[in-house]
Each structure stands twice: as C-alpha cells, then as structure tokens.
C-alpha cells in the first residue's frame, strides 16, 4: 500500500494537468461564482417606461417603481415600437406601459390598464421585474381606491380593510435575504468538484492501460484489485478532501453562508461525497474501461447532475422514472444533506437514507472490482 501511495503521488507530481484539475479549477470555481453572485441578489435592472398619460399619477408611478431596489428606469420610449426593439437589443429587460387617460380614468374609476412586458429569455431578471411591476400596479389600484373610498367619508382602517381584507405575512426561511449566493453556490461548487472528482478519476485509471503501466500496478498489490483502488483513491483522496475543506471554511467560515449545523457535520457530508464521487468514477470506468468512452460517461453524469438534484427544478415535479434515477447521483445526496444539515439544523441522522446512498456508491464500485481488474490485466490502449 505504501509503495502504490508514493507510486501514484510521482506520478501526480508528473503530470501538470492532473494537479490542474484537482487543486487549481476547483479553487478557481469556487472563487468565480461566489465572486460572480456576491451581491446576493440582482440590482438596478434595466428597465423602460412608456409613458402615454404624462400626467402627475404617471410621474408618481414612475418614481415610485424606481425606488424598488431591482428596478432601475433608465429611459422613457416615446411609444411601444422602440421600447419593444430596445428590449429585443438587449439594452433593457423589459418596459412598463402607462396608456393615456391613467389620471382621467382612475378619478372617474373607469378602470384604467397598466401593461408590462418582461424578457423572459433571461429567467432570474424577468422573474424580478416581474414582481417589481405587479407589486407597483397592485399598490397604484389600492391607492386609487382608498382615495374613492376617502371622498365617500370611509375611514383609514375601513379603506385598508376594503383593499386588503386578509394581511399576507411573509417569512422566507432559511435564506431571509433571498441571496443567490447561498442558494446557488452550495450547490454548484460541490457540484463541479465532484464533476473533476469523475473525470480525474477515469484518466488516472485509464492511462494505467494506455502506459502499459497496469501490470506493474497489479505485481506491485499482490494481484489484489482492493489493493490497487485503496492505494490509487487514497492519494487523490487527501487531495480532494483538502480542497473540500477549503471549500467548507471559504463558504460557511470566510463568507458567513448559513450553517446551523457547524462545519465539522458538513466537513463530514463533504467527506461521504468525495467518496461517493470516487467510487461513482471508479463504476464509470469498470463500465466503460476505456478512456475516451469513460470520460465521456463521466462528463455526461456529471453535467446532468445539475438539472437533477433538485436545485434548479423540484424533483418531486418532475417524471416518476426521473425521480427515480435522481438517486444515482451523489449530487442529488449532498445538496439534500445540505439543505436538512446546514439550512433545517436537523442532525445528520435525520436524512440517514441520503447518508447510506453515498456509502452504497462505495459498495457499487467495488461489485464492479472484477470487471475493473481484467480491464487492467487484459485490454490494450486504443486510440
């Protein structure tokens, strides 16, 4: 075991691209998005107003939907043509259309129709603006209303009762600020070191073959597969796990991202994903034990990972087979044992099915062992 360590830390401290994926990309990503989103959530949008009705209560709507801290007006088009070419351009998100008659209208109580339009190719900032723009219309009506209900000798509170009979009272839990960093990055980040967790673990394996080096691996273990595993993952597991704890310390300890778990629980959770991750890397190249057609596996498992974890899309929604397959992914694990762990506080034990699925990634490797030690022994290098 000591003579295959030493054997694979001369053969990391060789290649420059192995310690390029494993120490400077993953560092190098976490710093970006965290770096990327460190606002938390999206400012000053662009966004346009056509103002058709140029009167006071437009120009009051106008400063009151800049005041929105998403919101940033930055030109008012003459008419809708130029707004909807200047959305299409790029140079804005979306505009807000006051029609003429808005003052005339709302005194008669007529009625009148604000209309607004969003680019919705870019999701996050048509979903703000969104919720800036129907907040500002659905305020403009209450204020219209409470002003008739004032000329009709209502009081305040029987005016607010009129307007807003039932009081919303909203608590975003676990992330108050509604911050993108904390939604996203503890996802992501994990996300793209287990991707170079996969890919680095089917190159180690497969230049085995492709040097001829494979043998000489075996003679080295005694002929024992477990042997060659132990010794090959527990060099690149000390690596991986110094990255992990980078990342841990950088997320919950340098950024403050909530953790009411403690870092020591989610040191472990990242520990019982680096593993899962290895072992899922060693089944990918047991089924495939070549090099091109592993990297391959590895790149595609990896990069589907993201849409099925449940980050970006509830897995609860989606397809019963893909709720299903969700449980082949360590990524689908982890982000489920971060958001019980770091986010709920629950102890770890609480999500104990997630824990026994990333160890099962240990047990499915290693099921595949035989497979894995007569790719070693008998299959050739093909370009």
């Known amino acids: 075991m000591k003579a295959i360590i030493y054997r694979e830390f001369r053969l990391l401290a060789r290649e420059p691209l192995m310690w390029f994926c494993m120490l400077v990309a993953p560092l190098f990503c976490a710093a970006f998005f965290t770096t990327m989103m460190q606002e938390g959530l999206p400012e000053n949008l662009p966004l346009g107003v056509v103002d058709m009705d140029n009167s006071s ?6 400063r009151n939907l800049s005041a929105f ?26 505009f807000y259309l006051i029609p003429q008659g808005l003052q005339r209208k709302a005194n008669r109580q007529e009625q009148p129709t604000v209309s607004f339009y969003m680019n919705y190719s870019f ?12 907040m ?3 305020l403009a009506s209450g ?20 307007i807003q009979p039932i009081v919303v009272d909203t608590h975003p839990t676990n992330n108050p600020w509604l911050n993108y960093n904390v939604y996203l990055s503890n996802t992501i980040i994990p996300g793209m070191l287990m991707l170079f967790i996969f890919m680095v673990t089917v190159y180690s394996l497969g230049m085995e073959i492709k040097r001829g080096t494979a043998d000489e691996l ?15 993952m527990a060099t690149q597991l000390l690596i991986w796990m110094t990255i992990g704890t980078v990342i841990v310390v950088w997320l919950y300890g340098y950024l403050h991202f909530p953790c009411h778990c403690g870092m020591p629980v989610m040191w472990l959770v990242m520990l019982l994903f680096v593993l899962a991750s290895q072992a899922m890397g060693i089944f990918m190249f ?44 360590p990524l689908r694990h982890y982000f489920l044992l971060y958001v019980n762990c770091a986010l709920d506080g629950y102890p770890l ?27 070693l022994s008998h299959y050739a290098y093909q370009a």
Not at 123 to 134: C, F, N, T
Request: aromatic share 10%; glycine share 6%; charged share 15%.
């Open 218 to 232: 075996l003679r080295m273990a005694g002929d024992r597969i477990e042997r060659v595993l132990l010794g090959k």
């Open 349 to 375: 034990l609480n999500a104990w099915p997630h824990v026994c699925a990333l160890l099962l990634f240990v047990v499915a490797a290693t099921l595949l062992s035989p497979r894995l030690k007569y790719a």
């Open 69 to 94: 801290q998403m919101v940033e007006i930055v030109q008012d088009y003459p008419n809708v043509s130029e707004a909807r070419e200047a959305m299409q351009r790029g140079d804005i998100y979306g």
């Open 123 to 134: 999701l996050v900032a048509g979903s703000l603006l969104y919720k800036d723009q129907r």
């Open 286 to 329: 047991s089924c495939l034990p070549t090099t091109r057609m592993g990297l391959s596996f590895a790149s595609l498992w990896g990069v589907m990972s993201f849409s099925i974890c449940g980050m970006s899309y509830p897995v609860m929604a989606m397809h019963p087979c893909l709720q299903g397959l969700s449980w082949l992914f």
């Open 136 to 138: 500002m219309s659905e």
């Open 57 to 62: 209560t437009s120009r009051s709507l106008q």
């Open 143 to 162: 204020s219209a209303v409470r002003t008739a209900l004032f000329a009709r000798g209502a009081t305040n509170a029987q005016a607010m009762a009129y």
